[in-house]
Nanobody, 125 residues
Framework: QVQLVESGGGLVQTGGSLRLSCAAS????????MGWFRQAPGKEREFVAAISSSGAGTYYADSVKGRFTISRDNAKNMVYLQMNSLKPEDTAVYSCAATVTAWSRKTDKYQYNYWGQGAQVTVSS
């Protein structure tokens, strides 16, 4: 079992930055692939970024590549999402999630077993 709690959301202007944090409790955090997903009003939840259990591998959705950075600190049971050059279309509820699935399935939200409650990110134009 893993419990996940996000923090760091808020309101920012276009072009601004935010850093989301996800605190994990429970055993074996370092064995999980961690992902960030987002859901805008009226839209399905979509993949944003993932990081391998060791942190050596990362992967991003095309829409955020070059602007967002995912990282983790296994000693602190934390995963982060640094978001730069934010755009209004980045407005959504952002959730972190954990999975033990194969790396090849990292973008599939149905492979993730544990989810945080979500953090609102609003980017004003």
């Amino acid at each position: 079992q893993v419990q996940l709690v996000e923090s760091g959301g808020g309101l920012v202007q276009t072009g601004g930055s935010l850093r989301l944090s996800c605190a994990a409790s429970g055993r074996s955090f370092s064995t999980y692939i961690m992902g960030w997903f987002r859901q805008a009003p009226g839209k399905e939840r979509e993949f944003v970024a993932a990081i391998s259990s060791s942190g050596a591998g990362t992967y991003y959705a095309d829409s955020v590549k070059g602007r967002f950075t995912i990282s983790r600190d296994n000693a602190k049971n934390m995963v982060y999402l640094q978001m730069n050059s934010l755009k209004p279309e980045d407005t959504a509820v952002y959730s972190c999630a954990a999975t033990v699935t194969a790396w090849s399935r990292k973008t599939d939200k149905y492979q993730y077993n544990y989810w945080g409650q979500g953090a609102q990110v609003t980017v004003s134009s």
